[in-house]
């Protein structure tokens, strides 16, 4: 079974904003299966012994994936993936956890898939590194950087809303991520 991990913040007020493209991934990626035939995907629930929402990939009545949306922000988000890892039983990290994450040291438009990478500066992908004991995990950097000439410190960037234009380039690189990621989740 695979985990799916999208990271982000759990409020409205930063539905839209960089930090939440993780979210923004899983919530792309359940959508997918929404209209399958044996393949589907249930609606999310919120799970307060796991602090996080979640949506099952069912075949039939079989459990393929388990999308997740962390409710314990950002930097406390390993909290919330190391329950479900234990209770779900998941092992061989490597190759059935996948972690969606914003990532500002890629332009916004990029994204990569890496396995064991450094997570660079990023509290979230820490936390769940030091709550898991590992990096041997898929992880999909989504790039974010767009500031341009403009000075604003990291921390205040993540927490800022895409623009329009912004907005599309993301769709559009979140569809590649998703296409990219989809036949790991049905093998």
């Keep these: 079974?695979?985990?799916?991990?999208?990271?982000?913040?759990?409020?409205?007020?930063?539905?839209n904003t960089r930090h939440n493209v993780g979210f923004l991934f899983v919530d792309r990626l359940r959508e997918r299966f929404l209209f399958?035939?044996?393949?589907?995907?249930?609606?999310?629930?919120?799970?307060?012994?796991?602090?996080?929402?979640l949506s099952f990939v069912k075949e039939g009545s079989r459990i393929i994936a388990i999308l997740v949306k962390p409710l314990t922000y950002m930097n406390r988000s390993g909290e919330a993936v190391?329950?479900?890892?234990?209770?779900?039983e998941i092992t061989n990290l490597e190759e059935?956890?996948?972690?969606?994450h914003d990532d500002l040291d890629l332009q916004l438009g990029k994204y990569k898939i890496q396995v064991g990478?450094?997570?660079?500066?990023?509290?979230?992908?820490?936390?769940?590194?030091?709550?898991?004991?590992?990096?041997?995990f898929k992880r999909v950097r989504v790039g974010i950087e767009n500031r341009g000439e403009r000075k604003i410190p990291g921390e205040d960037y993540v927490l800022m809303n895409f623009s329009k234009e912004?907005?599309?380039?993301?769709?559009?690189?979140?569809?590649?991520?998703?296409?990219s990621i989809l036949p790991e989740i049905l093998l």
């Design 166 to 179: 912004e907005k599309e380039t993301l769709d559009e690189v979140l569809e590649e991520c998703t296409r």
């Design 117 to 136: 990478k450094s997570p660079q500066g990023h509290n979230g992908v820490k936390n769940v590194e030091e709550r898991l004991s590992t990096q041997s």
């Design 96 to 100: 059935n956890l996948i972690l969606v």
């Design 1 to 15: 079974m695979k985990l799916v991990v999208g990271l982000g913040n759990p409020e409205k007020i930063y539905l």
């Design 36 to 53: 399958q035939g044996d393949i589907y995907a249930t609606d999310w629930s919120k799970e307060d012994t796991f602090k996080s929402e």
């Design 82 to 88: 190391a329950k479900i890892v234990k209770k779900f």
